[in-house]
């Protein structure tokens, strides 16, 4: 009964979020292209052995790890830095919080578009003008480092987040810890080494699976800024996969590609859950 | 008048120096706190050139170098409007609040009900919750499609509305929950020993305590829903479509001139990021599921 | 006009592990002030919320005037309560507060009014009635929390440690207070907590609980002078009674080198056991001018102005420590050799292994 209120809520995330990935294995058994009607057969596993002939398709799994790891931990480091320089007494700290928190609030796709453009740009970008005094000339940065300028992006957008949690953690701190330390003769160093970064471990973990678990999911920034080019150099999963459903109508193959992406997910997430778990929920949990 | 300017040199020499507030005169705090202005100017500094950059004619905005002092015009906003803005910001206004209320009016009865003491499975089920967001947008996007297609609802806001709705509603129902939790288990004791029933005690007991809470999640569902893409662009085009789509398609079909590019992203980001600005206390409270207080 | 009655009611949150209230057995008679005592962890609050109907009662009875209420529910019991934290409303003013168990039994407006502001008046809140809970100091919470209870004329009050959350001052004051109220009021009431302080100085009768169990209820003095076992003679007075295990030969038991009779019926009550468990208050105990007594080192010397308490240990079993109650500005300093005397009348004897009283 008291389990009631609760059921609305389950059953529509079930309707919505568990019926498509069976849809999706279901597909995967099948050989479907759109642009050719009447083309569905059954082809059990054919789909999955090609996926994994498909040298691209390592290459793009490769580049979304390397993508969201990659952008979570420069975020993370990033965000402690600001996060520590924060924690402080000073005048205009919530100008500068208001300032820090932009880039995290702003549409992903209007961020990627201001990279790829003024930002970017060869002759008109501003980085260029910025770097020009260190010897830099117009550098074609999203033809040159394509990945990375998507992941510049991305770690601009996510580094304020990282930011406002680990600040949150600071905070959270007791000081008379710190004072304690203080007093027995701990500097700045050794605090910082010996409480608080133990203090921010959770902070730290929840922070590196919230930002995984959105980076994962990239899709704005690289059909924005490179369109996964110059061939796959920058392409991740969904984009990947969003070729193949929506620029290929292979849905067979695509459904295939997201069954695996699902499993190599569940893999990685059941770690990552766990830490979660173990961190914040189980403990409020079961009293 | 006479008397101000009179006491005004007298109260600062009867000071004597060392009974002023010491303050630090080292420079470490100063050198960080100079430092720490830099990293904020420089991390919002794009979006402030993006804000420049939309006020300029498309010769200053494409210039080499970069042009810092200009005069403001609306030409590029003018532009943006006349490309037909509109229906895509309704699309988005729409989808976001229907969305929205959505996701409160199912993640506030089942928050409650996770937050209420014995539940049993009530690890179970926030597990579920969470997992939803842990799978990959992209390995449901195909069936989604095509069932979307076959019952004729492509290019429809309800789509959007629909699926915005499961994106959003984890995180609402985690969020929502830590702050059902912070009511005192006593005061719902007091409320139905004073006669008050569950209906009763949750409008006049607990809603009050936890409003805070329920505007904080429904700003994040609505900064969520605002910015999504994904679906966005691969299930409305002309009728439906959101800001974000309305970004690309102004882009693809004007080209990319960085100064109306910029007006039209301006207008995309705007709402969201006032609504941030106004939220960033909460907001982490919201996106670490309620986890950081 | 209740008359309260737990009939061996027993609460157990896991099944298999220890009931958090054992079989409990208590008849609280109408308009009495009862108050459960014990250390944290047995189980007054767990009793209390029983009687409240926010805990199940998972075994045996229990009726409010004959009536059984296991499957009543708590807003049915006509019980008022009165919360450790209080739990105010905060969005509510003072006056809503007091005036939301009423509204939600639906009294008219004007009988609403009347009472609340009768209760406020009672308590001293009239000024504070629109204020927010926010607004008020820790004493006047408490007071809005009593009022909540008051105003619905309930058939009992129960109140969990409502003194735990104010100063030491406050306590005392509020403690008369409650005390004086329920004398006036007439209402049955059971009141929770652990300080043995309030609970003599408050209750009509005492009900001491260890481990989920009721040990001994009883009136104060009386739990004071004939405390069943040695768990309720520890538990009750301040500084508590000194309680040794000592051999027993004969009639007696040697204490220090210092022979105790015992009093025949105890002695017989022990049966062949060889050591008993010797209690003794501290005011029992007198400092021997002529050197006669236990020899006993001090290790503490408690000053409170009108009398003292001096902490020692025998001298000849170290291990063993006594508390004597001295006379104020006593010129006995810590490290001096006192001879402690013990009055062989009012000595308490337990058994050494079940802690039961021997004798009367
Ligand atoms: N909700 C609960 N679940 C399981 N055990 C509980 C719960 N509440 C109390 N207990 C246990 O029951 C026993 C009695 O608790 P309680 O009545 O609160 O003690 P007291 O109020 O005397 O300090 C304790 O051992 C406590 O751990
Ligand atoms: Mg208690």
Known sequence: ?287 | MATTTERGPATATSEPADQEIRRSTRTGPVLLTTLTWILAIGFFFPVLWMVLTAFKTEGDAQSSPPTFVFTPTFEQFATVFDAGIGPYLANSLGATVISTLLVLLLATPAAFALSMRPVEKTQDVLFFFISTKMLPVVAAIVPIYVVVNNVGLLDNIWTLIVLYTAMNLPIAVWMMRSFFLEVPSELLEAASMDGASLGRTLREVVLPIISPGIFATALICVIFSWNEFFFAVNLTSANAGTMPTFLVQFVTSQGLYFAQLSAAATLAALPVIIAGWVAQNKLVQGLSFGAVK | ?360
């Open chain 3, 1 to 360: 006009m209740a008359e309260v009655v737990f009939d061996e009611a027993s609460r157990i949150y896991t099944p298999g592990a220890t009931p958090a209230v054992d079989k409990l057995s208590l008849t609280v008679n109408d308009g009495e002030l009862v108050v459960l005592v014990g250390p944290s962890g047995s189980g007054k609050s767990t009793a209390l919320r029983m009687l409240a109907g926010l805990e199940p009662i998972d075994q045996g009875h229990l009726r409010i005037n004959g009536r059984d209420v296991v499957d009543v529910p708590s807003k049915d019991r006509d019980i008022a309560m009165v919360f450790q934290s209080y739990a105010l409303y905060p969005s509510k003013s003072v006056r809503d507060n007091m005036a939301f168990p009423l509204k939600m039994r639906g009294m008219d407006k004007s009988e609403q009014s009347k009472r609340v502001n009768d209760a406020a008046d009672i308590l001293g809140l009239t000024e504070y009635l629109d204020r927010k809970p926010k607004a008020l100091s820790g004493g006047q919470r408490q007071r809005v929390a009593m009022g909540r209870a008051i105003v619905r004329e309930p058939q009992v009050f129960l109140m969990d440690e409502p003194l735990s959350n104010l100063d030491a001052k406050m306590r005392v004051q509020t403690r008369a207070q409650i005390a004086g109220l329920q004398n006036r009021l007439d209402v049955t009431t059971v009141y929770v907590t652990h300080d043995q302080v309030e609970a003599m100085t408050m209750g009509d009768r005492v009900a001491v609980l260890n481990h989920g169990k009721l040990q001994q209820y009883a009136t104060p003095s009386e739990l004071y002078d004939h405390p069943v076992n040695a768990f309720v003679a520890g538990f009750i007075g301040s500084p508590a009674m000194n309680l040794m295990d000592l051999r027993r030969a004969n009639g007696a038991v040697t204490l220090g080198g210092t022979q105790v009779p015992l009093a025949r019926e105890v002695a017989d009550a022990a049966g062949s056991a060889d050591t008993v468990t010797i209690g003794v208050r501290p005011e029992d105990l007198s400092i021997g001018g002529d050197g006669d007594g236990v020899k006993a080192v001090v290790d503490v010397v408690e000053e409170l102005g009108s009398e003292s308490y001096l902490y020692a240990h025998m001298a000849e079993h170290p291990d063993t420590t006594l508390v004597v109650r001295g006379p104020g500005r006593t010129k006995v300093r810590y490290g001096e050799t006192i001879a402690v005397r013990v009055d062989p009348d009012a000595v308490h004897a337990f058994d050494a292994s079940s802690g039961e009283r021997l004798g009367s």
């Open chain 1, 1 to 287: 009964m008291r389990r009631a209120p609760l059921l609305p809520a389950l059953i529509f995330t079930i309707i919505v979020t568990q019926i498509p990935f069976l849809l999706t294995i279901f597909y995967s058994l099948q050989s479907w292209n759109l642009v050719r009607p009447g083309s569905q057969q059954w082809v059990w596993f054919d789909n999955y052995v090609s996926v994994f002939q498909d040298s691209q398709f390592r290459g793009v799994a490769l580049n979304t790890v390397i993508m969201t790891l990659g952008s979570v931990l420069i975020a993370l480091v990033l965000g402690l830095v600001l996060a520590l320089l924060l924690n402080r007494h000073f005048i205009g700290r919530g100008v500068v919080r208001t300032l820090l928190v932009t880039p995290f609030l702003i549409t992903p796709v209007a961020a990627a578009l201001l990279w790829k453009t003024t930002l970017l740009d060869p002759t008109y970008g501003l980085i260029n003008f910025v770097l020009s005094p260190f010897g830099v000339g117009e550098e074609a940065w999203i033809s040159d480092f394509p990945l990375a300028s998507v992941m510049v992006a991305l770690i601009w957008q996510w580094t304020p987040f990282m930011m406002l949690l680990l600040l949150a953690g600071l905070q959270s701190m007791p000081t008379d810890q710190i004072e304690a330390a203080r007093m027995d003769g701990a500097g700045a160093w050794a605090i910082f080494r010996e409480l608080t970064l133990p203090h921010l471990r959770r902070f730290i973990e929840l922070g590196t699976v919230l930002g995984a678990i959105y980076l994962v999911n990239t899709f704005d920034a690289v059909y924005m800024i490179t369109q996964g080019g110059p061939g796959t150099a920058s392409a991740n999963l969904p984009f990947y996969i969003y070729q193949r459903a929506f620029l290929g109508f292979d849905i067979g193959q695509s459904a295939a590609m997201g069954v695996v992406v699902v499993v190599m997910t569940i893999i990685v997430a059941t770690f990552a859950l766990r830490l979660v778990f173990r961190s914040f929920g189980a403990a409020e949990g079961s009293n």
